[in-house]
Every structure is written in structure tokens, then in C-alpha cells.
């Protein structure tokens, strides 16, 4: 009650002043009088007047044509002062004023009553933001109802992944269970079933979950959550050319240079190196990559042992996402490296469709794409694609 007494107190003192500003000629008027239309017209026309008499004076006028104008403006001159001054047509400054006053107070009174009145503004000003104990509340709401209507599977999968969004793995697990047909149909639920029940395996996606991923990319082989969770479970039994595969395809779907794509490309070179995909380098294509020999300061040797893996990374310039990594254990130093469409993070921006690149060479112990502390690192330089012969000296040590 106290807030719509202030909200009323405010409302009247603002539109008093609103009043005030909107009346002020009329509740101070100017102490001169204006000049009245009628009083214009005749000034106008008296200066008419003026000019035709001096032009018959100077002979630039005939008698004749000079009494048919004069007659002319003579008429104009009466018919256009005969009107009702417009000062008079105004009606009384004290008339306008109440009329102004009635359509602002009715205005606002409207624009009040169908916009929303205060006790609707304070409500809506008290209303909080859902909690995390309000969508629990909700979902366990829709459980209960779903226990009165097994049949609707539809409603198993939306509650199912209800449960995923809470952490619920378990209890999401059961839920898409009862779904049953609904979840057999379709891909992407099926790939949120086999992601569910290997969280709740730790992570071993052995039995139903790898079923489940295979059933979903046999309904649409490009599903993006399907093809990681299928390059992750051949990751973890070691089967890397099979992990690669499988998140190749999926890191062509993905826009370039986003947080996404930069990841898969981070997996995949992971699983390159761990399955010794890249031992031998590839022949250069001529005039489609960049080709050159690798070699380390006298100063770093000693820091360098035969475990090692070599990553010789490309970049388009200003960019942080990969164009192409080769990845191989260290040899024998200078030796020698190629980069080239067979070595692209993403089938579909490869390396030849750019005019040159930031290349950088990166000795790390664990063979991470991510870069660590105690990496052998050369300096950053920018390669024309096509040049052969580059010389690219591994000297500092990444801190």
C-alpha cells in the first residue's frame, strides 16, 4: 500500500509539472501584443500598393494596365482583411488551457489502464529468477506425471534429458530406457543415451553405448555427436586410426576457427602421434605445401632425447586455429619435414587454398598439442605455400 501512496504522490507532482511546461503561454502571456494576420495583409498589400504607383510613375505601366491591378489588389486586400482576425479565432487563453489539461489527464489515464497499473509493476518487480531448486522441483513435477502416462515416450526422452541437463546421469539412464521406440529412431537421442550410460561406466563405452552410437550413425552417418562419441570410445582401446577417422569427418562439419573445431583438431593430432600415423612424412605436392629441413641450436641438444616428438605447426596468419600439423618422432638433426593437404586439420580448408602461413616448429616431451612448459620452440615465421627449402632452427625454450 505504502508503494502505490509513493508511486500516486510522484505520478501527480510530475504531471503538474508536465502542465506547467505545456501551459506556460497561456498562464504568462507576452505583456506585447502580436500583430494579428489581418494587420500582416494590409502591410503586404500597402507595399504592393507602393511598388505599382512607383512603376506607373517611371512609365514602366500603362494608364490602363495600371487601373486594372490597382482595382485588382484593392479587392484581394478587402477580401483577405474581411476575415475574422485569427487572434479573436483562438478562443480565450483560459478555454485552451482546460482543454489541454482534460486530453493530457484522459491520455495519460488511458495509456495507465492499458499498459499496466502499479500493483501489476510491483508484482512483476517481486517476481524472482528461477532457482536450481525450481527446475528440480519441476522435473521431479513431470516425473510424477509421467509415471501416470507410461505410454508417452515422447515425454521419457524429454524428461530424460531433463535429467542430463541436472547431472541425473543415472536416473537419465532409466528415462531413456522407457522411451523406448522413440529413442530407436533417432540419432541424436540415441548417441545422448550411449553418451549417458558411458558416463555412468566411467567411461567405457564397451556393450550397449558403442551399440548405440553404431545404430544412431547407421541412421545419419554425419551426426556430430555420434562421430565424437565414436572417435572417443576407438581412442580408448587404442584404436587411433579409427578415432581419426571418425573425428575427421566430424571436424569437417564444423565452422572453421571456432572453439570447436579447434579442439577436434587438438584430438586429432593427439591420436595421430599416439598411433604413429605420422612416422614417415609425406611426399610434397609441388606448388601445394611447404617443404624445408628442421634444425636445433648446439645449446638445446643435450635437452633433447629420442622419445621426443617433432610438431611442425602452419597457421593462416593472425589465426590461432591449425591449418596443418605434422607430427613425428625426433630424428637426426637438420631433418627434414613436408606440410601438405594430407596432414589438413580440415579436409575442406587445406593448406594449398592459402597464399602463405605462420610456421613454427614445437619439440615437446609428451607430444600434446597443447603447448607446456619446457617445449623446444622456433621462432614464428611467415612461408609462402609452394616454397621449398625452408630453414626453420629450433632455439628457445618455451617458459
Known amino acids: 500500500m505504502a508503494e502505490m501512496t509513493s508511486f500516486f504522490i510522484a505520478a501527480f507532482f510530475l504531471l503538474v509539472l508536465v502542465l506547467v511546461l505545456l501551459l506556460r503561454p497561456f498562464i504568462f502571456p507576452e505583456k506585447m501584443q502580436a500583430t494579428s494576420r489581418r494587420q500582416m495583409n494590409a502591410a503586404i498589400y500597402r507595399e504592393e500598393l507602393d511598388k505599382l504607383e512607383a512603376e506607373r510613375v517611371a512609365g514602366l505601366i500603362n494608364p490602363a494596365d495600371y487601373e486594372i491591378s490597382h482595382a485588382e489588389m484593392r479587392q484581394r486586400l478587402f477580401q483577405d482583411t474581411n476575415e475574422e482576425d485569427d487572434r479573436a479565432s483562438l478562443g480565450s487563453t483560459k478555454k485552451t488551457a482546460i482543454g489541454l489539461c482534460i486530453f493530457i489527464v484522459l491520455l495519460s489515464s488511458g495509456l495507465y489502464f492499458s499498459l499496466g497499473d502499479v500493483e501489476r509493476v510491483a508484482q512483476k518487480n517481486n517476481e524472482k529468477p528461477i532457482t536450481q531448486e ?15 502416462d507410461p505410454g508417452n ?8 534429458r531433463s535429467y542430463r541437463i541436472l547431472g541425473r546421469n543415472e536416473d537419465a539412464a532409466k528415462a531413456y530406457a522407457r522411451a523406448g521406440k522413440f529413442v530407436d529412431t533417432n540419432p541424436q537421442l540415441l548417441a545422448d543415451y550411449a553418451d549417458t550410460l558411458a558416463a555412468n561406466a566411467n567411461g567405457n563405452f564397451a556393450g550397449k553405448p558403442l551399440l548405440l552410437i553404431n545404430q544412431a550413425l547407421k541412421l545419419d552417418p554425419n551426426n556430430l555427436m555420434a562421430l565424437w562419441l565414436s572417435g572417443t570410445a576407438s581412442f580408448n582401446i587404442a584404436n587411433y586410426q579409427s578415432a581419426v577417422q571418425a573425428w575427421e569427418k566430424l ?3 564444423l565452422p572453421p576457427n571456432s572453439e570447436e573445431a579447434k579442439a577436434i583438431a587438438e584430438s586429432i593430432a593427439e591420436a595421430r602421434t599416439k598411433g604413429g600415423l605420422l612416422a614417415k612424412a609425406p611426399v610434397a605436392v609441388a606448388g601445394k605445401g611447404i617443404s624445408g629441413k628442421i634444425d636445433l641450436s648446439n645449446e638445446l641438444k643435450s635437452k633433447v632425447s629420442n622419445s621426443d616428438i617433432v610438431l611442425v605447426i602452419a597457421r593462416q596468419v593472425g589465426e590461432r586455429m591449425p591449418v596443418a600439423v605434422l607430427k613425428t618422432p625426433v630424428a637426426q638433426f637438420p631433418m627434414n619435414f613436408v606440410l601438405n593437404d594430407s596432414l589438413a586439420m580440415n579436409p575442406s580448408a587445406p593448406i594449398s587454398k592459402l597464399t ?16 607446456e612448459p619446457g617445449d623446444l620452440i622456433s621462432s614464428v615465421k611467415t612461408i609462402k605455400v609452394g616454397a621449398e627449402n625452408v630453414q626453420l632452427l629450433v632455439d628457445q625454450v618455451r617458459q
Open 251 to 253: 571436424a569437417g562439419q
Open 356 to 371: 602463405e602461413v605462420a610456421v613454427e616448429v614445437r619439440i615437446s616431451k609428451t607430444g600434446m598439442a597443447k603447448p
Open 134 to 148: 525450481g527446475v528440480e522441483k519441476m522435473v521431479s513435477e513431470f516425473a510424477i506425471k509421467m509415471e501416470k
Open 153 to 160: 515416450l515422447e515425454g521419457w526422452a524429454m524428461l530424460a
